[in-house]
């Protein structure tokens, strides 16, 4: 249900306060020391912002899509390392509850997500499934009443700080396919999991990721994501939070946009050459003016693709639609933004070259741009072909 309009509008205005005034000093300091400080964490606890999208009767604000992408705009104001700490329980940790879970699954871990109390990470990707994530290998063999989990996953965002795991696994050990997939809620500190050692990313730091390594971990079928009955659904219940998931990030990397063009624009006035500021150059009003209309496009997608989901309508194709744009959109805004800033740009300290190392990750996380393409054509076609079934 959507907010009161004046209660969400203080809540924009928050958001935009501790952008600008807590997050924005503290980028350099997360990037130097790969860690969002403890302080930063708990302020976003108590502004509720862990559980944005999670339901009222869990203790979340319950934002509607169209509210929610609002906010993703403001942090993408931002380092995406903060907006991280939040995204899994917002996202890919919380969602495939919201949306399959069971009455019992969700009450006993969104309160605790909605607060920030426990992280959410989603265990899909291995070291041999990335983008063909219906091929992975992870086993659940059943047991009794029980499932024994075997596999490792890779590159888990928020693994090394997570309290719940939605890890997917495969049920039918003679399927080799996305069906015979189940999602199992398995708690962090089961015995046999473990961590393998935080990556070095280029970017992002601040964010975490890391191998979750399962070995004969034993959880009762009560574990399985919206209970025992769905079982061998885990891969759809994956694709629909992915297709929310996906929008989030398009919001985020339209925020990113907003800010990298808001520097360079603010630079380009003030830089003088040849006697006067660069923004009088037309072939830097080119590219202001590109990374605008761009960036613009992207707004636009990305707050229509949440009103069709609020309004109760599918978005597959068109969040793979707004992923593949904005994020292709914010690594071509990065770049015109280092090009705007010149050396100043390529060294560190206007932060502009941590922004267009920050930015690659959005092409490749929650579904490759291919993986996108792949997306939005196989949609084409399959309602063309319904279209002309029914015709
Ligand atoms: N919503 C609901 N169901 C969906 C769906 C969606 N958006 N997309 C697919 N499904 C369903 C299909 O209808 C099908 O169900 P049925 O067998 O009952 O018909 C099932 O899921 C399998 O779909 P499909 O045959 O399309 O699966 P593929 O193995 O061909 O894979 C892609 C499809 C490539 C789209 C999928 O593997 C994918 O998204 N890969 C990228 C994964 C990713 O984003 N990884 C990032 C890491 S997670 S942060």
Redesign the pocket.
Known sequence: MALDPDVFRQLLDTVERFVREKLRPNEALVSQNDQVPAEIIAQMRELGLFGMAIPEAYGGLELTLSEEVQVSFLLGGTSPAFRSMIGTNNG?GSQGIIIDGTEEQKSRYLPEMASGERVGS?C??EPEA?????SLRSSARRDGDDFVINGTKRFITNAPVAGLFTVFARTDPDSK???GISAFLVDADRPGITLGRTDKKMGQQGAHTCDVIFDNVRVPKTAILGGPDYEGKG??TA??V??RGRLTIAGVCVGVAERLIADSLAYAMERHQFGKPIAEFQLVQAMLADMKAESFAARCMVEETARRRDAGHGI?TEAACAKMFASEMVGRVADKAVQIHGGAGYVADAGIERFYRDVRLFRI???TTQ?QQ??IA?NMIRDARRAGAAA
């Open positions: 890919i989603f899909l990707t990335g983008s063909d994530a219906g396919t996305a069906a891969f759809v694709m629909k992915l297709d597959a996380y929650e579904g993986i792949l997306v196989r």
